[in-house]
């Protein structure tokens, strides 16, 4: 895809107040002369109404216009940073995702990072191999920087669970981990951390599907076209740049930053493992939100937590470890819990069990997912390594054939009055977790308003030098 054009490219000549918005725009004479339809001129009529919400979200209407070339279809997503919606680009004849963010200043100052990180991305993928979301424009529009992308596939959350959670094939699990991998080692070697890698924040490109027909589930949907992108660069981080003290979702949270050790690539690695095990099993590996229980987790499937890494926690002043350890490093765990909270626990399974280690795919793959999932970030493999595991020079079994894929004809749909989306879209293109649907509860803290910096102090480089755990 051709690299995005922000507002700036157009240069001081030829911008155009907007008489309904106060906002300069460029001025393409092309557009200015179009004629306006019913919804545009109800759009002129809302000249005196709120455009905002108490939240400070944009009142989006269907039909009305985001400048005269994007005109609203349809709301495709919701979340902490603003609203995505399908629009028709009446330029370029197309549909296109825009990420309206909220007007409240530390979104705006959020998504104004977030529009030069993908201006960074973009000028430094010449051959457009960094497999990052590339941004097509960007303005602002009534006080609402709008993200203007391509638009895409459902996200692998939303394949999975509109699949029943049924787990992907160890075919497409390698065929998707080479490609996150590949991205994960553009970034960092740009020197720069997404911190926040999970499913919600892959998306198909195209995530068109067909069924898959076998005795043990009766039949799963297999997605036809297995290329993916990262999108979301909302909370990545520079690694000269200041280092908020919490980052990544709770699924998706590497020890060191639980243990308030500090954080930097490795994070991303234990992200990328945490992606890759649930999209073999089906089921997030931590689901929890309690930080006490997370540790417990990660023990019952990795073994006992560096000593050192509890200690290391334990000198922090106002260190979370303090109250997760004796003072000889040992998890204070159940202690106290809840009933529910210690079953979780004593239900996780080592991680050499989730795998048939009788199968040489499945051996590689383990041994791919332990070295990604190592306690100690300074031991974890970078990404640029992963790839030359020998996970990714063998071909996993098949679990389906042409043979046993069911063909569906497609149904004509009759024409639409105005620009509809097509069938299989859907994706918030970042800033939302979806619920998960074990035993989750809302976090006290939210979790996004850390991530963001608004409360968080930097902390030193990650914490390391401790024996290796085996798995």
């Given at each position: 895809?051709?690299?995005?054009?922000?507002?700036?490219?157009?240069?001081?000549?030829?911008?155009?107040?907007?008489?309904?918005?106060?906002?300069?725009?460029?001025?393409?004479?092309?557009?200015?002369?179009?004629?306006?339809?019913?919804?545009?001129?109800?759009?002129?009529r809302r000249m005196d109404e709120q455009w905002d919400d108490a939240d400070g979200h944009y009142i989006i209407q269907v039909g009305e216009s985001l400048l005269p070339q994007y005109k609203i279809m349809k709301i495709i997503g919701e979340g902490t940073f603003g609203k995505v919606t399908q629009c028709w680009d009446r330029k370029e004849k197309k549909y296109v995702a825009i990420k309206i963010i909220k007007s409240i200043q530390k979104y705006r100052d959020a998504a104004r990072v977030e529009i030069e990180i993908l201006k960074d991305i973009q000028l430094r993928d010449e051959n457009h191999e960094s497999g990052v979301i590339s941004l097509l424009e960007h303005f602002d529009f009534r006080g609402h920087y709008c993200l203007v992308f391509d638009l895409l596939g459902m996200s692998m959350y939303d394949f999975l669970r509109q699949n029943s959670y049924r787990a992907f094939s160890l075919y497409e699990v390698q065929i998707f981990a080479r490609q996150l991998l590949q991205t994960v080692s553009f970034l960092h070697a740009m020197d720069l951390i997404h911190t926040d890698l999970k499913l919600e924040n892959i998306l198909f490109v195209n995530s068109d599907w067909q069924y898959h027909r076998h005795s043990k589930h009766g039949r799963s949907r297999v997605v036809k076209q297995k290329d993916i992108v990262v999108i979301d660069l909302g909370s990545a981080t520079y690694e000269q740049e200041h280092h908020a003290t919490i980052v990544s979702t709770r699924h998706y949270r590497a020890p060191e930053v639980v243990l308030g050790l500090g954080w930097s690539y490795p994070c991303d690695i234990w992200s990328v493992g945490c992606i890759l095990l649930e999209l073999f099993t089906g089921d997030a590996t931590f689901q929890t939100h309690e930080n006490?229980?997370?540790?417990?987790?990660?023990?019952?499937?990795?073994?006992?937590?560096?000593?050192?890494?509890?200690?290391?926690?334990?000198?922090?002043?106002?260190?979370?470890?303090?109250?997760?350890?004796?003072?000889?490093?040992?998890?204070?765990w159940p202690d106290k819990a809840p009933q529910e909270n210690i079953k979780a626990v004593e239900n996780m399974r080592p991680l050499r069990e989730l795998f048939n280690m009788e199968r040489e795919d499945h051996r590689q793959f383990h041994d791919l997912c332990r070295t990604l999932l190592l306690y100690e970030p300074a031991k974890r493999v970078r990404a640029a390594d992963a790839l030359e595991h020998r996970f990714f020079k063998i071909e996993p079994e098949r679990e389906y054939t042409d043979a046993s894929l069911l063909q569906y004809p497609d149904v004509p749909i009759p024409p639409p009055t105005m620009p509809q989306a097509p069938m299989q879209m859907a994706s918030v293109y970042g800033g939302q977790t979806a619920y998960r649907p074990v035993r989750l509860v809302h976090q006290a803290v939210n979790d996004d308003a850390l991530r963001t910096g608004a409360v968080a102090q930097a902390r030193a480089g990650p914490g390391g030098g401790v024996k290796e755990m085996v798995c």
């Amino acid at each position: 895809m051709a690299a995005g054009r922000g507002m700036h490219d157009f240069g001081e000549q030829g911008l155009l107040s907007n008489r309904y918005g106060g906002e300069k725009r460029p001025y393409k004479p092309e557009l200015q002369t179009q004629k306006l339809d019913d919804f545009d001129q109800r759009q002129r009529r809302r000249m005196d109404e709120q455009w905002d919400d108490a939240d400070g979200h944009y009142i989006i209407q269907v039909g009305e216009s985001l400048l005269p070339q994007y005109k609203i279809m349809k709301i495709i997503g919701e979340g902490t940073f603003g609203k995505v919606t399908q629009c028709w680009d009446r330029k370029e004849k197309k549909y296109v995702a825009i990420k309206i963010i909220k007007s409240i200043q530390k979104y705006r100052d959020a998504a104004r990072v977030e529009i030069e990180i993908l201006k960074d991305i973009q000028l430094r993928d010449e051959n457009h191999e960094s497999g990052v979301i590339s941004l097509l424009e960007h303005f602002d529009f009534r006080g609402h920087y709008c993200l203007v992308f391509d638009l895409l596939g459902m996200s692998m959350y939303d394949f999975l669970r509109q699949n029943s959670y049924r787990a992907f094939s160890l075919y497409e699990v390698q065929i998707f981990a080479r490609q996150l991998l590949q991205t994960v080692s553009f970034l960092h070697a740009m020197d720069l951390i997404h911190t926040d890698l999970k499913l919600e924040n892959i998306l198909f490109v195209n995530s068109d599907w067909q069924y898959h027909r076998h005795s043990k589930h009766g039949r799963s949907r297999v997605v036809k076209q297995k290329d993916i992108v990262v999108i979301d660069l909302g909370s990545a981080t520079y690694e000269q740049e200041h280092h908020a003290t919490i980052v990544s979702t709770r699924h998706y949270r590497a020890p060191e930053v639980v243990l308030g050790l500090g954080w930097s690539y490795p994070c991303d690695i234990w992200s990328v493992g945490c992606i890759l095990l649930e999209l073999f099993t089906g089921d997030a590996t931590f689901q929890t939100h309690e930080n006490l229980e997370h540790l417990a987790m990660m023990e019952g499937i990795f073994g006992k937590i560096p000593v050192s890494m509890a200690l290391s926690s334990m000198s922090e002043r106002r260190g979370p470890a303090n109250k997760f350890f004796t003072p000889d490093g040992n998890l204070l765990w159940p202690d106290k819990a809840p009933q529910e909270n210690i079953k979780a626990v004593e239900n996780m399974r080592p991680l050499r069990e989730l795998f048939n280690m009788e199968r040489e795919d499945h051996r590689q793959f383990h041994d791919l997912c332990r070295t990604l999932l190592l306690y100690e970030p300074a031991k974890r493999v970078r990404a640029a390594d992963a790839l030359e595991h020998r996970f990714f020079k063998i071909e996993p079994e098949r679990e389906y054939t042409d043979a046993s894929l069911l063909q569906y004809p497609d149904v004509p749909i009759p024409p639409p009055t105005m620009p509809q989306a097509p069938m299989q879209m859907a994706s918030v293109y970042g800033g939302q977790t979806a619920y998960r649907p074990v035993r989750l509860v809302h976090q006290a803290v939210n979790d996004d308003a850390l991530r963001t910096g608004a409360v968080a102090q930097a902390r030193a480089g990650p914490g390391g030098g401790v024996k290796e755990m085996v798995c």
